[in-house]
């Protein structure tokens, strides 16, 4: 990504957390980048392709700090835990993702729900590795499908967390996530006490 881009995205995500999505103009994205409607539209030929952009930045970003968070953590289980409350936590602290959600979560929901917004598939790469890296008897299929539900729950609780302290959400969901990786590895390589297709130990699961 350009200089240039990189401004009129930060514009637009500093735009967006004052006015909103929908009251944001391109002219208040302009006025922040310090830069002219006309290069702005230059980059991004529409409102609609600018805030997609700057929402998959702003997810992309995110999702980056979780991956650095938990890429010393060896043991899966507190690794997903680990990584579904630092998720909580950067959301709850996030300008846009706070005002949006509670504001105007209609325009936010479909751009991290689908794919077609580019955001699901440009953070399942990262996903996929932290999962496959702690589940080496998975082949590339399966670690894909654990790697989607994963990242599909921590963009739900992002946009709507419970009411339970992150702490106590973050340790649920890593539970659950733990036993659903060790059913695929079940499943996927016809195993048992949870070992997979080459009786790899599945890590986080009790021996």
């Excluded at 709850?92 to 991290?112: C, G, I, M, S």
């Amino acid at each position: 990504m350009g200089d240039v881009e990189d401004r009129i995205l930060a514009g637009a995500v500093e735009a967006a957390s004052v006015h909103g999505i929908g009251r944001m103009s391109v002219g208040d994205v302009a006025k922040r980048a310090g830069l002219s409607r006309a290069t702005v539209y230059k980059h991004f030929g529409s409102k609609d392709e600018l805030v997609a952009a700057a929402v998959r930045r702003e997810a992309t970003a995110l999702i980056d700090v979780v991956v650095a968070d938990v890429a010393h953590v060896v043991d899966l289980r507190e690794a997903m835990t680990r990584a579904v409350l630092v998720t909580l936590q950067l959301a709850r602290a996030h300008p846009l993702l706070d005002r949006v959600v509670r504001t105007e979560p209609e325009r936010l929901v479909p751009l991290l729900t689908t794919d077609d917004a580019l955001v699901l598939p440009v953070l399942r790469g990262p996903v996929e590795a932290v999962v496959g890296g702690r589940l080496p008897a998975l082949d590339a299929v399966a670690v894909r499908r654990v790697a989607d539900v994963f990242l599909r729950l921590l963009v739900s609780y992002a946009l709507s967390a419970p009411d339970d302290p992150p702490e106590v959400v973050a340790a649920v969901v890593g539970t659950l996530l733990i036993d659903g990786a060790a059913a695929v590895t079940a499943v996927g390589g016809a195993l048992g006490g949870g070992t997979g297709r080459h009786g790899h130990h599945v890590p986080g699961e009790a021996s």
